[in-house]
């Protein structure tokens, strides 16, 4: 005798439909690789025929989900997935809140400004603004950031839920890439608690050589992180030596985007 539980998937089995499912298999993948897959290179990871991928690749190109770079041939997420994320997680606003506190911390400190959010596992860059040295950094929005060698993943890290931390805490593979590199649960642990004293996040080379990075947290109306500020500079230029002051023109300007995203500290 059919029970009444699988007397439903059946009928819900027959709603199917196979090329939307398809469709974001094909959108998942992709989240996996931020540089893009060529058509060819989804045939063969996906096992899918090739005239599928091209319907499906074809398709969401022409609305604007997907980008193809015309020397690679690589298809990858367009933003327009960063705002159907942000209205998800109620924060569509935020880059218009955030960009002229972004402005005038860039002319403060002379060195890139970068917005993001938490997605999944990664903290996903939404905004940047450049800096005004002559050499800067210019990242494509998009980009990913993992979470226990990067100064904005540790800053969600630190001021996520206790229950969203742990879920996140998880997923973490602890990718060692150099020497500064954190490699385990429990320097994390004591680095996440290092944090929360300090009120910032700092990335010192642990991913790149020569590179540091500060990041701090901005907060919604409920007084829970929704994304963060951070910059970006080379070592000998962004130095151990100046983080504290820069830390407190990130956290000045944090609070001013928190107060416009209608935070009121107890």
Same mark, same amino acid.
């Given at each position: 005798?059919?029970?009444?539980?699988?007397m439903q998937?059946?009928?819900?089995?027959?709603?199917?439909?196979?090329?939307l499912?398809?469709s974001f298999?094909l959108?998942?993948? *992709?989240?996996?690789?931020p @540089?893009? $897959?060529t058509?060819?290179?989804?045939v063969?990871?996906?096992?899918?025929?090739?005239?599928?991928?091209? &319907?499906?690749?074809s @398709?969401?190109?022409?609305m604007?989900?997907?980008?193809?770079?015309?020397?690679?041939? &690589?298809?990858?997420?367009s933003?327009r997935f960063?705002k159907l994320?942000?209205?998800a *997680?109620?924060? @569509?606003?935020?880059? %218009?809140q955030s960009?002229?506190?972004?402005r005038? $911390?860039r002319?403060t400190?002379? #060195?890139s400004?970068?917005?993001?959010v938490?997605? %999944?596992? &990664?903290?996903?860059?939404?905004?940047q603004?450049?800096?005004?040295?002559?050499?800067?950094?210019?990242?494509?929005p998009?980009t990913?950031f993992?979470?226990?060698?990067s100064?904005?993943?540790k800053?969600?890290?630190?001021?996520l839920s206790?229950e969203?931390?742990?879920?996140?805490?998880?997923?973490?593979?602890?990718?060692?890439f150099?020497?500064?590199?954190?490699a385990?649960?429990?320097?994390?642990?004591?680095?996440?608690?290092r944090?929360?004293?300090?009120?910032?996040a700092?990335d010192?080379?642990? #991913?790149?050589?020569?590179?540091?990075?500060?990041?701090?947290p901005?907060?919604?109306q409920?007084g829970?992180?929704?994304?963060t500020?951070w910059?970006?500079?080379?070592s000998? &230029?962004l130095?151990? #030596?100046?983080?504290?002051e820069? @830390?407190?023109?990130?956290?000045?300007?944090?609070r001013?985007?928190?107060?416009?995203?209608?935070y009121i500290?107890?």
């Amino acid at each position: 005798m059919i029970t009444q539980e699988e007397m439903q998937e059946k009928n819900a089995a027959k709603y199917n439909i196979p090329m939307l499912e398809k469709s974001f298999e094909l959108l998942e993948f *992709l989240v996996n690789y931020p @540089s893009g $897959l060529t058509m060819q290179e989804l045939v063969n990871l996906l096992d899918t025929p090739k005239t599928t991928i091209y &319907r499906l690749l074809s @398709s969401m190109q022409g609305m604007g989900y997907l980008t193809k770079d015309a020397d690679t041939q &690589r298809f990858s997420l367009s933003k327009r997935f960063l705002k159907l994320g942000l209205a998800a *997680l109620g924060e @569509s606003n935020i880059v %218009e809140q955030s960009l002229a506190p972004m402005r005038a $911390l860039r002319d403060t400190i002379k #060195e890139s400004v970068m917005l993001g959010v938490f997605m %999944e596992n &990664r903290v996903v860059l939404l905004e940047q603004v450049l800096g005004s040295h002559n050499f800067t950094f210019l990242l494509r929005p998009g980009t990913s950031f993992c979470l226990h060698a990067s100064a904005p993943g540790k800053i969600f890290l630190a001021y996520l839920s206790d229950e969203e931390r742990e879920k996140a805490m998880q997923t973490i593979q602890y990718t060692v890439f150099n020497k500064h590199t954190i490699a385990n649960e429990t320097q994390m642990r004591k680095e996440i608690n290092r944090i929360r004293k300090m009120g910032y996040a700092s990335d010192l080379e642990e #991913e790149m050589a020569g590179v540091h990075c500060i990041a701090t947290p901005i907060f919604n109306q409920f007084g829970t992180i929704a994304a963060t500020i951070w910059t970006s500079g080379p070592s000998g &230029r962004l130095d151990k #030596e100046k983080f504290p002051e820069t @830390s407190k023109e990130l956290i000045r300007t944090a609070r001013i985007i928190s107060a416009n995203m209608g935070y009121i500290p107890e």
